[in-house]
DNA sequence: TTTTTTTACGAAATCGTTTTCGTTTAATTT
DNA sequence: AAATTAAACGAAAACGATTTCGTAAAAAAA
């Protein structure tokens, strides 16, 4: 049914080899046997098996994106991007999510280490505790981006956002609007742009003469439920925060729960901003001041490396950190 | 670098087709034969290269998932049942999107069609307008799978949700809450999903014996800008709708910021409801009554029923249509 | 003991390309 | 006219696995 080169040949009657090099315009074929070749191959509505290629040229044209999950605004945007970039570039891309699961990442990456892909962009799990099976990757040839939640112990390209600086100037927003007890609530402890914004956090806690109270800095998890005990806690009791940052979307929407069923006002009673590539973050109650990462370029970014690295045939990816900054956007959430 | 049968073959001192026996465990292999090509190819590291298992065989262990946006919470919901069920079968998931353009639709089903994919979850394009491209898939041999925004004039299965009850439903609502003057703001006409909304709209119209009003029907599109001012205009001047029904998420989304400009109050001057799958709709000012679609159910399921048809060596994927219900959440948007 | 069957393995074809070498004929140069 | 070069094509070897078929040795049956 379908046609292949050899189908080409016979009925032409030439050779294989010829058909071939005359569909990649090889000037070794004359002028009007590319003509009688590609004529033919419309006829037979011809196309090329990729993966006879793949196996021949040790290329497969195809990319994998790993991210942790896919109902979340950020990663979402970020593939978009990527995923334009590839279409320019005619590359096909393979997605897979590891729910932030260690093992299901490990497993992956094993998975990519064939040859299936020419190269990964990945976002690290927050439990992922080693970084082995990605050295491990790289030393059978696939080259590996990471974006946003990176990994520090690779050498390779990382993009992420200028997560110290944002954290500070998150902080320091809620202080100059009337803060003085600010709840940091941690994505994970493990990853490193969480680090960062705690650290911005605490900097920012500095210049201001607060000091830092441990009981406020909230490490939540991949257990929803958990997280949600963590805030109703921090929520509950007489002496609540009057301010609060969340390093992730997910938990702002937590606080918003709670507050909205705790009959906490916001802003009034505590303020809130959050890192956040929520489409509806103006059409919130109240509406959210967002600390918003560029991830649709971030996206782009981490693709335009790996495919200028793909393009020539050089040897290792260098070492470097491409920081694209975000914007904070105030909103009603930490009105004064 | 990266060893293969071969290199294990010499290693041990046996043949390459036994070594491959060996390692799919095939009775023809005696056990300590089995057990030193198991200890070697742990030794070296070996992976099978995908590519030639695929060219071999004609499988590929992939699908494709094509949809108009990814920047859509109801097809990432979707992708993610889907991804979901590919794990569990080790399948591989690529992705694309069309923009809802046409020809790129076209062009990504041309790359599918030699066999880089066994089979294909698709969610048609809004400006698609023949579907010849479809057949001639099918017909090399790539079954597709329609979810959602699905094509009747292909004979394949589709999944979608309950469209005609769902759109009566949420008419019926908003009349039963006080709503005389409905408008529908319709995704595209050329879609089937839509039509079957409006058609569920006229239907509750018709109950209550409320004249169907054609400039009530608002055509949106592609473009953004045109839906704005579209919406806009049906905002403005005297006589305004008391009830919105938006077929899609961002055009209610789009009448909440118009209304927010407009100094226009939901529900007290204009009721809103929408399909949508929007994670935040009971945190929108105000909340946002909702058709909700079960995309994560939707996503599943076509997976299984492509998984399972390709499981069997059966000739074609039969004609069916699979609906699986919304359901309706009332919130203050459609209050009284 | 002879014949048959079973067990365990290897040789080689195959999947559909690409690419390296020939090789033939025509064109060009001495 | 002889020698060289260029143009146009074909044969065959890869790429790395799977699988069919053949065969030797060992085991079982006669």
Redesign the interface.
């Known amino acids: ?2 046609a292949n080169l050899k189908d080409l040949a016979k009925d032409l009657g030439i050779s294989v080899s010829t058909v071939s090099k005359a569909l990649r315009d090889s000037y070794e074929i004359g002028e009007k046997t590319k003509q009688r070749v590609l004529a033919k191959a419309a006829e037979l ?1 011809y ?6 290629g ?2 021949r040229n040790n290329k ?1 044209k ?1 990319i994998a994106i790993v991210v942790p ?3 979340n ?1 950020y990663f ?2 970020a ?2 991007g990527a ?1 334009e970039i590839a279409q320019e570039n005619n590359y ?6 590891t729910n932030d699961n260690f093992e299901k990442e490990k497993s992956i990456i ?1 998975h990519l ?4 892909v020419d190269g990964v962009l990945l976002s690290i799990s927050s439990t992922t505790s080693s970084y082995m099976h990605f050295n ?1 990757l790289i ?3 696939v080259p590996i981006i990471f974006f946003d939640r990176i990994c520090h112990e690779i050498e390779t390209a990382k993009i992420t956002t200028n997560d110290f600086a944002s954290g500070f100037l998150a902080t320091e927003h809620l202080i100059k609007n009337g803060c003085r007890d600010i709840a940091y609530l941690s994505l994970s402890e493990h990853l490193s742009i969480d680090n960062k914004r705690k650290q911005g956090y605490f900097e920012a806690l500095n210049k201001y003469d607060i000091k830092i109270d441990e009981t406020r800095i909230i490490n939540c998890g991949v257990d929803e439920k958990m997280n949600t005990k963590k805030i109703k806690k921090l929520l509950s009791g007489s002496k609540i925060p009057d301010g609060i940052f969340a390093s992730v979307e997910r938990l702002a ?1 937590k606080v ?2 709670v507050c ?1 069923s705790a009959k906490i006002s916001i802003p009034q009673k505590i303020k809130v901003i959050s890192f956040s590539n ?3 973050a103006d ?5 959210l001041t967002t600390i918003t990462q560029p991830a649709y370029e971030i996206g782009k970014e981490a693709a335009k490396i790996l495919f200028k690295h793909l393009s020539k045939r050089k040897s290792v990816l260098l070492n470097e950190n491409i920081i694209i900054d975000s914007v904070l956007t105030i909103r009603n959430s930490t009105k004064k």
């Open positions: 049914m379908k509505g196309t090329p098996n990729p993966y006879a793949f196996l497969s195809t999950e896919l109902t605004n979402i945007q593939i978009s995923e096909h891309i393979l997605i897979y999510t094993k280490m064939n040859g299936r491990e030393q059978n040839g929407l918003y729960h909205n929520l489409r509806t059409l919130l109650n109240p509406s």
